[in-house]
């Protein structure tokens, strides 16, 4: 009965992993089939950009800061349920579009569904692990991002593949085409991710920090909190956006940059690109974690930001080159190994939201960081790429280039915040803590 109780506490993670990877699957499969429904709906780069992108990011942000409030003061399984049964719909919702607006209402529902998963996933965690086994944890739950990212981009390259071969058609709806039969078939079967964690996923107790109240706070005390931590938040938030605006440049542009550049169908590139993501991406996730609980155990409670720091510096020049290769092995090669490295930020930004954060005010910090990462990444990004490529790069051909362009203004921002934020950071941490860092027994 021991081993249970002490086995379940990473169950849960696993089952909040997999609603991640769905997630990340719902939210990135257009962006394998950005070519055909650019082709049937007469759309412009900019104008998908905006559906893969600013759709989905707005509504996010907006109901991040709902959801952010709600698991601060009510019950986050719950909230978590609801989000996933109404991005699975609205998913499967993006098969029946027939027009920009129909796609643009749709996408807008993905990011109210997901909007609910961060927030309550990130205080769930924090109240079932220590702070010295939270980051393996979280790195745990980021592996839906990678693990998602890569089935978005290998199943959709693969699906679309097949579809465009086989013409399949649904009951009672015969004359779709292949990318709204995509969009159906992975929309629904989140709805039984939803319903496993109804039924097996318990409400976790709430762990106080030292000093805190059981009393409820405010949005009030949020906005208090921000600004009397303001020094270190800031940056570190800021940061974290400027490695977001990489990584979701690349999940929107990068599998059409590859079909482009390297001549390569969906299938090619979903097969290349998600190995590169799903494996690599794992792999990074699961290292950063466990690194950054070794540095936590010998009293750097800043880890995560040290590990991130390293790791886009690394990054950085890594998909530099892979965005300007002309070798298709060259380019595969760098990407892999700079998403691998890149990946191990995912987990460690989770338990930097954690560390600086009173458990009571978890929930809406999670959500303003959300808010940031995901207004940076999916709802700027994405759309300056594009328009980079149009405007200044020659057209589509230039997609690489404008992706190359991204990724140094953002490394570059990433390494002078994170060093800005570093220190300021490691002081608030520590006050959470008791004014004393973890012991290598803790």
């Known amino acids: 009965m021991t081993n249970i109780r002490a086995a379940y506490p990473y169950y849960v993670v696993f089952c909040l992993m997999v609603a991640s990877a769905f997630s990340f699957l719902d939210r990135l499969a257009l962006s394998m089939m950005i070519e055909p429904i650019k082709a049937e709906l007469s759309l412009s780069d900019t104008q998908v950009s905006i559906l893969a992108g600013a759709a989905f990011a707005v509504f996010y942000v907006g109901f991040a800061l709902v959801f952010g409030r709600w698991v601060d003061t009510h019950g986050r399984r719950n909230a978590i349920v609801f989000g996933i049964s109404v991005w699975s719909l609205a998913t499967a919702a993006c098969g029946l579009a027939s027009s920009f607006l129909h796609l643009f209402v749709a996408r807008s529902l993905i990011g109210v569904g997901e909007a609910s998963l961060n927030p309550s996933a990130y205080s769930m965690i924090a109240d079932y692990f220590k702070t010295t086994r939270r980051s393996v944890a979280t790195a745990i739950f980021a592996c839906g991002a990678t693990v998602g990212g890569g089935l978005a981009i290998m199943m959709g390259g693969q699906l679309i593949s097949w579809a465009n071969t086989a013409d399949p058609s649904l009951p009672f709806l015969p004359d779709l085409s292949a990318w709204q039969f995509v969009f159906i078939i992975i929309g629904l079967p989140g709805l039984l991710v939803a319903l496993l964690i109804a039924l097996t996923v318990r409400e976790p107790a709430r762990q106080l920090v030292v000093g805190e109240t059981t009393d409820i706070p405010g949005l009030r005390d949020a906005r208090i909190y921000l600004a009397k931590n303001a020094r270190s938040l800031g940056p570190l938030f800021a940061a974290f956006s400027c490695n977001a605006i990489i990584g979701y440049s690349f999940m929107v542009w990068g599998p059409v940059h590859f079909m482009r550049m390297h001549q390569l169908d969906a299938g090619d590139v979903g097969l290349l690109l998600g190995i590169g993501f799903g494996v690599g991406g794992t792999i990074g996730l699961l290292a950063g974690g466990a690194i950054a609980d070794a540095l936590v155990r010998r009293g750097r409670i800043e880890a995560p930001v040290l590990v991130s720091l390293a790791a886009v510096i690394v990054d950085t020049p890594l998909f530099i080159g892979a965005y300007l290769s002309t070798n298709l092995t060259v380019a595969s090669v760098l990407f892999c190994l700079g998403m691998a490295v890149a990946s191990m930020t995912g987990g460690l930004q989770i338990s930097m939201v954690q560390s600086l954060a009173p458990n009571r005010l978890r929930g ?59 220190a300021p950071g490691r002081r608030l941490a520590l006050s959470l803590e008791g004014n004393t860092a973890p012991s290598p027994q803790a």
């Open 364 to 422: 809406i910090m999670a959500a303003v960081f959300g808010a940031c990462v995901n207004l940076a990444g999916f709802g700027i990004a994405p759309t300056i790429t594009a328009m980079l490529a149009e405007n200044l790069y020659g057209g589509e051909m230039g997609i690489g280039k404008a992706l190359a362009t991204m990724t140094v203004v953002a490394g570059l921002g990433a390494v002078i915040l994170f060093l800005i934020g570093l």
